[in-house]
């Protein structure tokens, strides 16, 4: 396959990644990095973290009010020390196990959820799911569905802000980190900025869908997403 057409099928992917997150509030991960690893293994995780990265701020540019700020500082406070927990972990397990073991979590998680069960956002399950989604996001890329968990019963708007907060702050702090540990090449930033126009074009054509799921349907919506990546998850370690 050319260059261009992986970069084409990567950038497709992105788009509804793009879209997906732009309605919701978190997909760009999960349709994009599997696709992305496939395609050019050599632009990961940077490529997708520029996308990870860039696309937040669309979110935060139109519906910046609805931030809960107080929940995202627990949460990003959380992803910082789950960056670092992952670090440790990865010298004596495994990440295939580690990715295992969160998917099997989530998947319970949204199980129970879509029952009796509902999560406050209180600091505790704020730092938990935080701590989490930096555990998996530096060992797998997929970091959202903890703490879309946690917002799953706030309104459309709420949610989506305040993880596109903690994605812009949590991503940035990953590329920094990358680029000081001297893991960032020019290849992974060229798939990055490639792929900012699909996901441009993916949050802009998510505006109906942001509409219809504003009307009482996030919930169901997130748990669909977040149990979508859990099986990503699984099934990217399983095989």
């Given at each position: 396959?050319?260059?261009l057409a992986?970069?084409?099928?990567?950038?497709?992917?992105?788009?509804?990644?793009?879209?997906v997150?732009?309605?919701v509030?978190?997909g760009?991960?999960?349709?994009?990095?599997p696709?992305?690893?496939?395609?050019?293994p050599?632009?990961?995780?940077?490529g997708?973290?520029?996308?990870?990265?860039?696309?937040?701020?669309?979110?935060?540019?139109?519906?910046w009010?609805?931030?809960?700020?107080?929940g995202?500082?627990?949460?990003i406070?959380?992803?910082l020390?789950g960056?670092?927990?992952?670090v440790?972990?990865?010298?004596?397990?495994?990440p295939?196990?580690l990715g295992?073991?969160?998917?099997?979590?989530?998947?319970?998680a949204?199980?129970?959820s879509?029952?009796?069960?509902k999560i406050a956002?209180?600091?505790?399950?704020?730092v938990?799911?935080?701590?989490?989604?930096?555990v998996t996001?530096?060992?797998t890329s997929?970091?959202?569905?903890?703490?879309?968990?946690?917002?799953q019963?706030a309104p459309?708007?709420?949610?989506?802000?305040?993880l596109?907060?903690?994605?812009?702050?949590?991503?940035?702090f990953?590329l920094?980190?990358l680029?000081?540990?001297?893991?960032?090449?020019?290849?992974e930033m060229?798939?990055?900025?490639v792929s900012?126009?699909?996901?441009?074009?993916?949050?802009?054509?998510?505006?109906p869908?942001r509409?219809?799921?504003d009307?009482?349907h996030?919930?169901s919506?997130?748990?669909v997403?977040?149990?979508?990546?859990?099986?990503?998850?699984?099934?990217?370690?399983?095989?």
């Amino acid at each position: 396959m050319s260059h261009l057409a992986a970069y084409t099928i990567i950038g497709l992917a992105v788009l509804v990644g793009s879209l997906v997150q732009g309605a919701v509030g978190l997909g760009v991960g999960l349709v994009g990095s599997p696709i992305a690893a496939m395609l050019d293994p050599a632009s990961m995780p940077g490529g997708m973290l520029v996308a990870s990265t860039v696309l937040p701020l669309f979110t935060l540019a139109t519906e910046w009010r609805h931030v809960d700020l107080r929940g995202s500082g627990f949460a990003i406070g959380g992803r910082l020390a789950g960056t670092i927990i992952a670090v440790w972990l990865l010298g004596g397990m495994s990440p295939r196990a580690l990715g295992l073991s969160v998917g099997v979590m989530v998947l319970v998680a949204v199980a129970l959820s879509a029952t009796t069960l509902k999560i406050a956002a209180t600091p505790a399950t704020l730092v938990g799911a935080g701590a989490i989604a930096g555990v998996t996001s530096t060992t797998t890329s997929i970091g959202g569905p903890p703490l879309a968990l946690v917002y799953q019963h706030a309104p459309g708007p709420r949610v989506r802000a305040t993880l596109a907060m903690f994605f812009a702050i949590g991503s940035a702090f990953s590329l920094g980190s990358l680029a000081v540990a001297g893991r960032l090449d020019a290849h992974e930033m060229v798939v990055g900025l490639v792929s900012v126009p699909f996901v441009a074009a993916g949050f802009a054509l998510a505006g109906p869908l942001r509409r219809y799921l504003d009307r009482g349907h996030t919930k169901s919506v997130v748990l669909v997403v977040a149990a979508l990546a859990a099986a990503v998850l699984v099934v990217k370690n399983l095989f």
